[in-house]
Nanobody
Framework: EVQLVESGGGLVQAGGSLRLSCATS????????IGWFRQAPGKDREGVSC???????YYAESVKGRFTISSDNGKNTVYLQMDNLKPEDTAVYYC???????????????????WGQGTQVTVSS
């Protein structure tokens, strides 16, 4: 059984930083992709970043240069370092995993089979 558990969310002022963690179990890192998504109230879930051993790293345009995705395969954990946070980054952040990789379509939530429960990120102005 694949399980994903996010942590690291919280309340931060604009310009601040947070690091989210996604601890995985039952998922083989080398085979597929792990992505970070977010959903703000009243909005669709959107792709933030994705990492896979075959395709590398992807970022949404809105977070390029501010967010960094990384993985620690020994710990089966994926991180999302978020710097220079803005109020519009406020959302519930989810990590998701799939045994396949999707290249430039990485940002589509429907492609991912496994999801965590989410962690709230709130950025105050």
């Amino acid at each position: 059984e694949v399980q994903l558990v996010e942590s690291g969310g919280g309340l931060v002022q604009a310009g601040g930083s947070l690091r989210l963690s996604c601890a995985t179990s039952g998922f083989t890192f080398g085979d597929g992709a792990i992505g970070w998504f977010r959903q703000a109230p009243g909005k669709d879930r959107e792709g933030v970043s994705c990492i896979s051993t075959t395709d590398g790293k992807y970022y949404a345009e809105s977070v390029k240069g501010r967010f960094t995705i990384s993985s620690d395969n020994g710990k089966n954990t994926v991180y999302l370092q978020m710097d220079n946070l803005k109020p519009e980054d406020t959302a519930v952040y989810y990590c998701a995993a799939d045994s396949l990789t999707y290249g430039s379509s990485w940002y589509l939530p429907a492609l991912y089979d496994y999801w965590g429960q989410g962690t709230q990120v709130t950025v105050s102005s």
